[in-house]
Every structure is written in C-alpha cells, then in structure tokens.
C-alpha cells in the first residue's frame, strides 16, 4: 500500500510540475514527455501497476488537454477609447475627428489607430490575438512579458509580432506595405517574400508594392541592427538594393496632408481650398484622395466631402473603397447636406454593389431611415421588412419593428 501511495504522489508530483505556469511550447514539449514516462515506467512493475498508471497517466493528458483549451479560450479584454470589449468582435473600429484611436489590452498592449484608418480585432484571447488592417496605418506595443502570439493581416500579408513597437502601413489600391520596427522583432510573410518570409529587427523598414517590390532599409534615425539591409534570400534581380530604396528624396509634404495628418482637419481643407479643392479632387493619388476625402468630412464640409467621395467613385471604380465610398456618400448627403432622398439613394448603390459586405447591415438600418425621412413610407417599410428578414436580431430591429407596427 506505502509503495503505491508513494507511486500516486510521484505521478501528482511530476504533472504538477510540468504543467508549470501555462501552455508556452516548451512546457507542451514537457508535458508530453512526462505523459510518455508515465505510461512507460509501469512495464518493468507488473500488470497491475500498468493499469494505475496508465489511468494517472490518461488523467494527466486531460488534465492538460482541459487546461489548454481553457486557456486557449479564455478572452482578452480590451478597450476602443472608453468601450470595454472582449473575445472574438467584428466590430470595425474607425476614428471620427480624432485623429487616433487607442485600443488598450488588459496584458498592457495598446494599438493606435490612425485617422483614415479601418481595422478591427477579429480574435483575442490569453493565447492569440488577431488584427485585421482593412486600410490606413496602424500603430502597435506589444507587451513582450504575455504568452500572446500577435497576428496582424494586412491584405495578402500577415505579421507575426512576439513582443515589439512597431507600425503598419496598407493601402489597397497599390498593394502598398509598409512595416517599420522600432523595437523587438517581427516576421513579415506574403506575396514577393518567399515561403519563408523576412525578419525584421529594431530599426528595419520594409515596403512592399503590388508584390513585386521589396526594399529593408533602416530607419534613417534608428539602429541598423544586424538585418539592416537584408532582402528575402534569393533576393529576385529586380528588386532594388538597400541603397537605391532609401536614396531618393521624398517631395515636401504639402501643408493639407501634414495637417491631415495630425487631425487638423479644417485647417487640412483650409489649404486645400488654397491649392484648388477641384484640382486636387482630379489629380491626387488615391491613397491621397481618399484621406482629403476624410479630412473634408471631418471638417464636416459636406460639400467638398460629396465632391472628394464622388471623385474617388469616379476615378479608381475598380478599387476595393469605392463601395465604401458610396455608403460615406450616405452618410455625408445625411448628416452634413440634410438631403435624405439623395442619401438614399447613396445607400441603395452600396447595397447593390456590395450586398454582402462589411457595412451592409448599417446601409441597410440608414436606407431605411433615409427614406422614412424623404417622405417615402412604402419603400421604408419595404425595407424594414427586407432588414428584420436579414438580420432580426440587428441593431436596428427595433426602428424596423417600430416602423411596420404603424
């Protein structure tokens, strides 16, 4: 009975302490291998001791199994501005006047997001925590003491963040990337990167366009580091050196875009105005556009919004905001031009060209109330009933019910 009881303590023992503090790799390496000598010892003591133990020893794997997954599961909390939230969202976060918006994480790490910016947290728990970069520039410190692998996915490339400072640029419409680490370490994967990816260290840049072009430089005022001018190995010929990347001079900033920048938006479209508010609609880059766009609806100049967002539609159809500009245009013939029919009109496009997308359900609930406020009540109703059809537990339901109730 002593020899038993002594064997059962053993087994506690030695699962105990390889569960440890929780489920890092090297502690699942360990906790397999004393699964393995538990269920290995007993053979040399007889049939009897092979049937206790294997039961430890099959107690011992659920334990951890239960463990695992617990842990796995178990949410982060986290807060947009003031807004507590937790677990898997789809809630987008985009910021509207200010120019950044803080998303805090209980284990101490903080992602700022930029003005024109779309993203959300598509996954966080103890173990993982999953950021989608839609569009714009992202900010992020990771608190490198937590277990937490950090997945941040920017259009066809994802980065993979263990502990570090660092930022995240995507514009779409070029397939532009840029990663720039100030400090700790990431993995960059994705089209133009081989299988394998890049590392980059304190002080690396990485800018990628459509695929093709790949440059790491250092930050001009950084530490080079030991990856300073590396490029994925084999580096295709085409793909420029360190030394031509970071050669060429930048043109100066115009004073909008600086502005913009900053969250300065009136005094933005002030300069804008100065350089020609139509030229620049017809002639600005998308990414650029895009962003005098924002400024312009900031600023609240419906207006010039209307003309910026309609100019966009009109130049890059093809590009994966202009759907998203069509509902903006809603939004801006709403709010900003108290023109309900026009704003109407707004949403039903985006509705047709993106029946399905991201804003769907929102364009949809704003139809609805654009056309109750047109004076439209057929098509209101008509719309409420399509809503409460499509999504009956929306955040809109109870204007859809409240509407058909009368």
């Known amino acids: 009975m002593r020899d038993e009881t002594h064997d059962w303590d053993a087994v506690g023992r030695t699962v105990a302490e390889r569960l440890g503090e929780g489920p890092s790799t090297e502690r699942h390496a360990g906790q397999r291998e004393a699964v ?14 092979i049937v206790a133990c294997a039961v430890a020893a099959s107690l011992a794997v659920a334990c951890v199994a239960g463990y695992l997954v617990m842990s796995r599961d178990e949410p982060l909390g986290f807060w947009v501005g003031e807004e ?43 173990d993982e925590v999953n950021v989608l970069l839609d569009h714009g520039r992202i900010t992020a410190s990771v608190n490198p003491g937590r277990r937490a692998s950090w997945h941040i996915a920017a259009g066809p490339y994802r980065v993979l963040v263990t502990g570090t400072r660092l930022s995240v640029s995507w514009e779409p419409e070029v397939e532009g990337l840029q990663v720039t680490v100030t400090k700790g370490e990431v993995r960059v994967t994705g089209p133009g990167l081989d299988g394998k990816g890049t590392t980059l260290v304190q002080g690396d840049l990485l800018r990628m366009s459509s695929g093709a072009e790949v440059a790491v430089v250092p930050e001009p005022d950084g530490d080079p580091g030991p990856a300073a001018a590396k490029a994925p190995d084999p580096q295709p010929a085409s793909l420029p050196d360190a030394k031509t990347a970071a050669a060429p001079a930048a043109d100066p900033v115009p004073a909008w875009r600086r502005l913009a920048t900053e969250g300065k938006h009136e005094q933005a479209v002030a300069e804008a105005e100065k350089l020609g508010f139509d030229k620049l609609a017809r002639t600005l880059g998308p990414v650029d556009l895009w962003d005098l766009a924002t400024s312009a609806r900031f600023a609240k100049k419906g207006k010039l919004a209307v003309k910026a967002l309609t100019a966009y539609r009109e130049r890059f159809p093809g590009s994966s905001r202009s759907d998203t500009a069509a509902f903006l245009l809603g939004r801006v013939e709403m709010e900003l ?32 109330d654009a056309q109750k406020k047109a004076g ?15 999504y009956p537990g929306g955040i809109f339901a109870p204007v859809a019910e409240s509407m058909l109730s009368k």
Request: proline residues 6%; aromatic residues 6%; glycine residues 8%.
């Open 36 to 49: 393995a000598m538990l269920v290995a010892r007993p053979a040399r003591r007889g049939p009897g001791r």
């Open 84 to 126: 507590r939230r937790a677990g898997v969202t789809g809630a987008w976060i985009e910021p509207a006047g200010a120019w950044t918006e803080p998303v805090r994480f209980e284990d101490g790490s903080r992602v700022d997001v930029h003005a024109g910016t779309l993203v959300r947290v598509t996954d966080a728990t103890r």
């Open 337 to 368: 031009e108290d023109a309900p029919a026009e704003a109407a009109k707004w949403f039903e496009t985006y509705l047709a060209e993106s029946p399905n997308g991201q804003l769907a359900e929102e364009a949809m609930g704003r139809l609805m």
């Open 376 to 390: 439209n009540d057929a098509r209101a109703r008509a719309t409420a009933k399509a809503y409460l059809s499509k």
